[in-house]
Structure formats: structure tokens, C-alpha cells
């Protein structure tokens, strides 16, 4: 589904939205959703006229198994760099458990497996990658970010949500490392000058 010239949300993943911006040397990728996905988001992109080599990095907006699942077949498929934030870049890379979840989510983890990648560029405040900028929003996860461009593009990740009809919806409390951290991060993303919010879950926002 186009969203906006250049800008994409690839039909029929699993679980978290996933997004492919073209960008000047060829694609970004944001977030893979669950494991399982490689090959379908392989297909987009030849469906949109272009070729999986083109694909030149993969934004992890975080670290949670339904974005980071499918990127370790994804990079084996087109050679793309993977970058994340630096505080949930352990995770990606199986060195740390993930933060949050308790004994439910580590059975979750157990029962669908996920192949871990070290992340080839670790992501900071203020970074700039693929023409956007990068915002540290903490509290989903500790390294939870958002991306935003001069032009009013904003990928929030689960740093902020939207609802089936385009809705913006707060970040959910339960499913937060850090609740009180994730609303003032949320409001953080709400104050930029946006045109175009690409949520990790729920309908595209046109403002």
C-alpha cells in the first residue's frame, strides 16, 4: 500500500507494521514483524518494480520478537545493514534478555523462536539515517526510537499506536518497560510537525 510518494506499508506481515521508504541510494526498510515474513516483504518490494539489493538498511524501531523477527533471514536475503537503537541492541544481538514481559513473555519467546543479529549500526539521539532523523523515545523498551523527516514522515514504532480507523492511541501501559516514560515519549513524537505517522500497530495517520 503506497502512503505517500516514495513511502510504503508492506501488505499481508504478521503482526507490527512494516514500512519501505525509497531513499536516494535505494530502500529502508522499517521494522520485519514476526518471524516468517522475510520472503513476503522480499515480494513487495519486487511487486513495486524494485530488487531486493536495493534494500540498504533496516531500522529496528525496537527490540520486541513481532518487528525484530524476521530481519536475521531478511539480511541473509538482501545483504541489507541492520540498525537499532544502542540500549536495545544487546537484545537484538542475544546478548541480554529482553527487559519487560515477566514469566509470560518468556514463554512466548520459548514456544516462537528468534534468530538473533548483531546490529551493524547502533542508533542514537539525533542520528541521521536514510534522510531522517533518529528520536530516542524510551519506555516501550529502553531503546525504543522514532524516525522523523524534514517533510513530516514519522515512523513512531510502539512508541505511539493508532487504531484500526487511523486513530492516534497512547502507547498501551501493560506492554511497557517504563509506563510513565512511554506517555511522556509519546507526547514527545505528538509535538513534531507531522503529516504522515507510520505506527508499528494500526492504520497509517494522515494529518
Given at each position: 500500500?503506497?502512503?505517500?510518494?516514495?513511502?510504503?506499508?508492506?501488505?499481508?506481515?504478521?503482526?507490527?507494521?512494516?514500512?519501505?521508504?525509497?531513499?536516494?541510494?535505494?530502500?529502508?526498510?522499517?521494522?520485519?514483524?514476526?518471524?516468517?515474513?522475510?520472503?513476503?516483504?522480499?515480494?513487495?518490494?519486487?511487486?513495486?518494480?524494485?530488487?531486493?539489493?536495493?534494500?540498504?538498511?533496516?531500522?529496528?524501531?525496537?527490540?520486541?520478537?513481532?518487528?525484530?523477527?524476521?530481519?536475521?533471514?531478511?539480511?541473509?536475503?538482501?545483504?541489507?545493514?541492520?540498525?537499532?537503537?544502542?540500549?536495545?541492541?544487546?537484545?537484538?544481538?542475544?546478548?541480554?534478555?529482553?527487559?519487560?514481559?515477566?514469566?509470560?513473555?518468556?514463554?512466548?519467546?520459548?514456544?516462537?523462536?528468534?534468530?538473533?543479529?548483531?546490529?551493524?549500526?547502533?542508533?542514537?539521539?539525533?542520528?541521521?539515517?536514510?534522510?531522517?532523523?533518529?528520536?530516542?523515545?524510551?519506555?516501550?523498551?529502553?531503546?525504543?526510537?522514532?524516525?522523523?523527516?524534514?517533510?513530516?514522515?514519522?515512523?513512531?514504532?510502539?512508541?505511539?499506536?493508532?487504531?484500526?480507523?487511523?486513530?492516534?492511541?497512547?502507547?498501551?501501559?501493560?506492554?511497557?518497560?517504563?509506563?510513565?516514560?512511554?506517555?511522556?515519549?509519546?507526547?514527545?513524537?505528538?509535538?513534531?510537525?507531522m503529516k504522515l505517522l507510520c505506527t508499528g500497530h494500526g492504520a497509517p495517520v494522515h494529518l
Amino acid at each position: 500500500m503506497q502512503l505517500a510518494d516514495g513511502v510504503y506499508k508492506v501488505d499481508s506481515v504478521r503482526a507490527g507494521n512494516v514500512y519501505l521508504v525509497a531513499i536516494d541510494d535505494g530502500l529502508l526498510l522499517v521494522d520485519t514483524g514476526m518471524p516468517g515474513n522475510a520472503r513476503r516483504i522480499v515480494a513487495y518490494i519486487e511487486s513495486i518494480g524494485r530488487q531486493p539489493a536495493e534494500l540498504r538498511c533496516v531500522v529496528l524501531t525496537h527490540c520486541d520478537i513481532d518487528h525484530i523477527g524476521s530481519v536475521a533471514r531478511l539480511k541473509e536475503l538482501t545483504g541489507a545493514r541492520v540498525a537499532i537503537h544502542r540500549l536495545d541492541g544487546p537484545v537484538l544481538a542475544g546478548q541480554q534478555r529482553p527487559q519487560k514481559g515477566g514469566p509470560l513473555m518468556s514463554m512466548f519467546g520459548r514456544l516462537i523462536r528468534v534468530r538473533h543479529v548483531v546490529p551493524d549500526l547502533l542508533l542514537e539521539e539525533g542520528d541521521s539515517i536514510g534522510g531522517f532523523q533518529v528520536m530516542h523515545v524510551p519506555g516501550h523498551t529502553a531503546g525504543s526510537l522514532a524516525l522523523h523527516r524534514a517533510d513530516g514522515v514519522v515512523f513512531s514504532g510502539d512508541a505511539l499506536l493508532s487504531d484500526k480507523q487511523g486513530e492516534i492511541r497512547p502507547p498501551r501501559a501493560r506492554l511497557s518497560l517504563d509506563p510513565a516514560q512511554a506517555r511522556t515519549s509519546a507526547e514527545r513524537i505528538k509535538a513534531l510537525p507531522m503529516k504522515l505517522l507510520c505506527t508499528g500497530h494500526g492504520a497509517p495517520v494522515h494529518l
